[in-house]
């Protein structure tokens, strides 16, 4: 198990981390010879790991970047949720180009710094108004429809891949190489202060 970060990949990682929503678990900057995707593994609240995946999207479908990138929800063996972003179309690919994944993941930085510079500026009008942290004003009228479950928007874009759908989906996620940057074993402790407004 190497306990470097690989040189490619770590401003993504460095950019996830600074952002105090998400903590990065694993990475790989991939490896051609092999066949194995670029990829980040980190913790984060379904919330910012739903925000971050609505601007994933956006970039996928206006062409933003080179490779198809996806946002997977999935388990550790103690039942914790964790997200992979990882780089979908290069998997099994044993040749591309670095210089398209280092805009790729210049791109990626962006987006993470966009993702929390988002949730500010959403916040800024209720803090004025006095309406966070359970003071929310009752407004009958401005009552939003929820989806079934908090982690449905999450849960929805992992499964809706161009390559094979859920199917691909399972076995991209058990594809991981887990030789690379791995942190300590995940404690029920840190999964109930990640976890915070999941329940």
Same mark, same amino acid.
């Given at each position: 198990m190497k306990t470097e970060i690989e040189p490619l990949i770590r401003p993504l990682v460095d950019a996830l981390n600074a952002t105090g929503r998400f903590r990065t678990v694993a990475s790989c900057q991939g490896h051609r010879v092999v066949g194995h995707a670029p990829y980040v593994m980190f913790e984060a609240s379904v919330e910012h790991a739903s %925000?971050? #995946?609505r601007l994933l999207w956006e970039g996928v479908a206006d062409d933003s970047l080179n490779y198809y990138w996806a946002l997977h929800g999935i388990f550790d063996n103690e039942g914790c949720l964790r997200f992979a972003? %990882?780089?979908d179309s290069l998997e099994n690919r044993y040749w591309w180009q670095r210089s398209k994944l280092r805009r790729d993941?210049?791109?990626l930085c962006r987006l993470t710094q966009n993702c929390c510079a988002e949730r500010r500026r959403k916040l800024a009008p209720e803090i004025r108004q006095g309406t966070t942290n359970g003071n929310r004003r009752h407004d009958p009228?401005?009552?939003k429809i929820? $989806? $079934?479950s908090a982690s449905h928007g999450v849960f929805s874009i992992a499964t809706r891949t161009p390559f094979g759908g859920a199917a691909h989906t399972i076995s991209a996620l058990a594809a991981f190489d887990h030789r690379h940057v791995v942190s300590p074993p995940f404690s029920s #402790? %840190?999964?109930s202060s990640i976890s915070?407004?999941?329940s």
């Open positions: %925000r971050f #995946a972003l %990882r780089a993941i210049d791109y009228s401005d009552q929820n $989806p $079934p #402790a %840190r999964a915070g407004g999941m």
